[in-house]
């Protein structure tokens, strides 16, 4: 799209040049540039070993995982981000996925007014595809970096509201306190995910469904600045530290999912253009695209609070239940209860309205004689 920026996107990028105009080491601290570089540089690991070819260009997708912020890029503000409360669609389960659909309701203008991100990391995915297939090894490598930064930007909550710096509910500032200074004193205490990548069976359902996901967390980090700054309203050491208190969790789960999601764009568009290699590259590998035993992994995070996913792998068509337990085996919540095709799959538990305490989680494929059975134990800390 090549449009002159409205109103209220030229406010956002504005807010972000005032976030990129700070010090060389303040900006060392911006989401837009650890935090990226942290994401894409551990995605890599989370690409199945038929994709080690990744492992040789890690640098280069770290280094250039920002380019995306930097004034030689060409692209557009609204590319980073997706006002979701500015549709009352979005609530009502009735928001149309498909971009055409929506400009058909509001207008080429207010879409762009209110960001594109979802459909820049669906765009970006297709076209890493068709780049491998065509064999264009040179751009390959810059575009899966750019889909990084996207798929970063849009798994940063602040990113998907029209409250982007606070301005609606008095909390002016906030993005660069949130996603600047807290990030950045605390990145390295993110741990890594236990999970591993998957290839989306459709790549806008997974953006938005993801984004469902982190969406409430806006309201979190509202909140925590609230309850930070009537204790430090100078945004001090305080205040951080009361911050990082309140958000480490959420952070941490946003995070960990950028780089799952990641990867899973990434080998999702190498398996779509049919698994091309890069020249120079041999086949080395046992082709486990499709898994060749059932597997339960992980759920992460763990401990969790409220969000956990648990992804599991099946080798052929199967009945699938995937049951949540207490300790004293009832049950506690039924999140798959039907038949699911050969692949892996993940689904997320809101625990929400569940007390704090261990859980466990089983995965059985029917039927039982011929099935498999795992169970595994998480902890729900509230």
């Known amino acids: 799209m090549n449009l002159n920026c409205t109103a ?7 807010s972000l040049l005032l976030i990129y105009s700070l010090s060389a080491d303040a900006k060392d601290l911006v989401w837009g540039f650890n935090a990226h570089r942290y994401i894409n540089i551990h995605a890599v690991d989370y690409l199945p070993e038929e994709m080690s070819f990744f492992n040789s260009h890690r640098a280069f997708l770290e ?5 995306p912020d930097s004034p030689a890029d060409p692209n557009p503000g609204y ?3 997706f006002d979701i409360d500015f549709y009352p669609e979005f609530f009502n389960g009735t928001f149309p996925h498909d971009i055409d659909d929506l400009i058909a309701i509001y207008g080429l203008s207010t879409v762009i007014d209110n960001g594109t991100v979802p459909w820049i990391v669906e765009e970006w995915t297709d076209s890493l595809s068709a780049l491998m297939a065509a064999g264009d090894w040179d751009n390959v490598w810059q575009i899966a970096a750019d889909l990084g930064h996207y798929v970063a930007d849009s798994h940063e909550p602040l990113h998907l509201t029209l409250n982007f710096n606070g301005g609606v509910t008095g909390n002016f500032g906030i993005h660069s306190r949130y996603e600047t200074q807290l990030i950045g004193r605390h990145l390295a205490e993110i741990s890594l995910p236990g999970d591993t990548s998957i290839v989306w069976e459709n790549i806008i359902d997974s953006t938005f469904g993801y ?3 982190l969406y409430p967390y806006v309201d979190l980090i509202i909140a925590a600045d609230d309850l930070a700054v009537a204790v430090d309203p100078d945004y001090g050491n305080t205040y951080y530290d009361l911050l990082w208190t309140e958000l480490d969790s959420i952070t941490t789960d946003a995070v960990q999912r950028g780089i799952i999601d990641l990867a899973s764009f990434w080998r999702t568009a190498w398996v779509n253009a049919g698994k091309p290699l890069p020249p120079g590259v041999s086949v080395n590998w046992e082709d486990n695209s499709q898994p060749n035993g059932f597997r339960l992994y992980d759920s992460y995070p763990n401990p969790f609070n409220p969000l956990t996913t648990i992804s599991y792998s099946i080798p052929k068509a199967s ?3 995937l049951i949540i337990y207490d300790l004293i085996g009832q049950e506690v919540a039924r999140l798959v209860d039907n038949k699911k095709p050969a692949g ?3 689904v997320t538990w809101d625990a929400t309205d569940i007390a704090s305490g261990v859980y466990l989680y089983r995965l059985q494929v029917s039927p039982p004689t011929a099935g498999f059975v795992q169970t595994k134990k998480m902890v729900l800390l509230k």
């Open 319 to 321: 009945n699938v239940s």
């Open 79 to 81: 590319f980073h981000y």
């Open 211 to 213: 984004i469902e996901l």
């Open 63 to 67: 280094t250039n995982s920002t380019y």
């Open 8 to 14: 209220k996107q030229l406010g956002k990028v504005l």
């Open 344 to 346: 892996q799959h993940r």
